[in-house]
Structure formats: C-alpha cells, structure tokens
C-alpha cells in the first residue's frame, strides 16, 4: 500500500507536473491545432464531427482543387467563412494571452486559420498555415479582405485581382503548397524554447506537426493536451487526455 502511494506521489498529478514545468519555464511557448478552437463553435478535423469527416479536403482545401475545381472550392470557402467570422475567443486562448502577457510564455505557435489567438490579446502569433481574414493574387503582391474576394468568388472562374488580372485565393497554406515564412520564424522561435504546450491537435499534418521533435531535440520539454491520443505523445513529459477548457482552467487555478 505504502509502494503505491509511493508510486502515485512519484509521478504526481499530471496537472501539478505540468504546472510546475510551466512555472519553472524560462523560454515557454504554446503550438495549437484546431482542437483549441472547437469551444469557440468551430469544427476541427479528424476527430468524430471533424470537417474531414464530411468534406474531401483535397477537393476544397488543395492547390489542385483551387485550379480545377473553383465552384465547388469557393462554396467551400464562402461557407467556411461564415462559420470563422462568427466566431470569438474561448477561455483556453484567453489563458494563453494572460501567460504571455505575464511574461509567462514567449507565444503561440498555431495550425489554425481562424485569427483567434491574436483577437484574444496574443501578440506573438506565428500562423504557419495562413489566416483566412485575408485574400491574396496568385499572380501579383495584391492582398484584400476576404470578403472582398468571396464576394465576386461566384463570378466564373473565381474572383480576379485588380491589378493584373489572375486568380484571388484565400491567404492560407492549401494542401500541396509549402508553408509560408512563418514557418521558418517559428523554427527560430522555438530553437530555445524549454517548454513546449502542445494544444488541441492530432499531430497528423507535416511539416507543422515536426516542430515537437524540434523542440525535444533541442533538450525542451513537452507537456501534450488533447481529448484523443496522439502519434508523439511518448514525446511529453505529460500527456493529458482531456478538454483543454477543463485543463486549461486547471492549470490557471495552480497559477502555472
Ligand atoms: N479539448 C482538447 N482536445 C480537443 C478539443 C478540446 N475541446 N476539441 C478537439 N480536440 C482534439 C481532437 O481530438 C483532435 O485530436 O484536437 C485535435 C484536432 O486535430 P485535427 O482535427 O487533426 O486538427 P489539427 O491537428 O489542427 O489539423 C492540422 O490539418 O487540415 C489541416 O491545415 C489544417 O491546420 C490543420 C491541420
């Protein structure tokens, strides 16, 4: 009996040994995925009612879909708009955005498209896949809000640019394309990163998803929160399955 108790006292709480990592962090910082976003009304993915559950991702949300399929893609995107613009900041990113204001957290690192983070006050934002508030020319420097873009999207062919005339798309990472500079500022970003929270993501799309062997490489550590399992979770020093609302109002409670 006194082995056990040992043995639970040994490996402790999983939200204390996350807070403690958070508190004796010099140089943390947060990667999120989609999963961060679901309290705020948006779907993720691929868990259970995720997007990709529903919609063929490579017809919608590819380079190869924004060239032959332009209807089909731009439905997508006009809906996906609506969905993203309602939108608001939930707790887990307002809790991120204290850490940093606090000096508690260098910034975030995410996945998502959806501007959440820096609407909830973060300041350190590297979007590695784009965000959609923006519309750019696939020919030129043009940018313009999206609404401007989905506005004339019905037009055939798509919208054009007012400059010189070729396609305007969304200013996000599609699948088939590499990922903007934002990824590079995120690998410099990260290279003394000590602590790495790694949010809401099932850890399934590269070269994003490489940043955690990066960070481990680099003698950081890892605490991992997600409702499901992930492939890198033998990578954390902690790996927490569970709500990242819970979690995160947890973990504010002991003052990580
Ligand atoms: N709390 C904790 N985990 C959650 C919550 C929540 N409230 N909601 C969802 N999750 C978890 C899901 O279980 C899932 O494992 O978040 C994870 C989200 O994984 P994905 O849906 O695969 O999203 P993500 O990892 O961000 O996808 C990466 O894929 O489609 C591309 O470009 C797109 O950026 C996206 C990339």
């Known amino acids: ?23 004796g962090a010099r140089a943390a910082c947060a990667f999120t995925g989609a999963g961060v976003s679901t309290e705020s009304g948006i779907p993720d993915f691929r868990s259970a009612g995720g997007l990709w559950r529903g919609v063929d991702p490579m017809a919608v949300a590819s380079i190869q879909g ?4 332009p209807d089909r893609f731009y439905a997508f995107w006009r809906w996906r708009h609506g969905v993203l613009q309602s939108a608001k900041p939930n707790a887990v990113h307002r809790w991120l955005a204290a ?14 498209i959806d501007g959440l983070h820096r609407l909830a006050g973060s ?18 420097a043009h940018r313009c809000a999206i609404e401007t873009a989905l506005a004339a999207s019905q037009a055939p ?12 798309r969304p200013d996000v990472t599609l699948f088939g394309e590499l990922l903007p500079p934002a990824f ?7 290279s003394d990163c000590d602590l790495l929270l790694v949010l809401g993501t099932s850890l399934s799309v590269y070269p994003a998803a490489q940043l955690v062997p990066h960070v481990r490489e ?22 927490i399955h569970g709500q990242l609302g819970q ?5 504010g409670a002991r003052a990580a």
């Not at 082995?3 to 508190?23: H, K, Q, Y």
């Not at 300041?123 to 030129?140: K, P, T």
């Not at 062919?157 to 070729?166: F, S």
């Open 184 to 190: 590079d500022d995120a690998v410099e970003a990260l």
């Open 218 to 239: 680099g003698g950081g550590a890892v605490v991992l929160v997600n409702a499901e399992p992930t492939p890198m979770d033998a990578l954390a020093e902690v790996a």
């Open 99 to 112: 850490l940093e204001a606090g000096g508690r957290l260098r910034g975030v690192v995410t996945q998502n």
């Open 157 to 168: 062919g798509g919208p054009r640019c007012p400059d010189c005339g070729a396609r305007l």
């Open 123 to 140: 300041r350190a934002v590297h979007e590695l896949h784009g965000c959609f508030r923006q519309a750019r020319c696939d020919g030129c």
């Open 66 to 69: 924004f060239e032959h399929e």
């Open 247 to 251: 979690v995160a109002a947890a973990l």
């Open 1 to 23: 009996r006194a082995d056990r108790r040992a043995a639970r006292l040994e490996m402790g709480d999983p939200l204390d040994r996350s807070a403690a990592l958070l508190r």
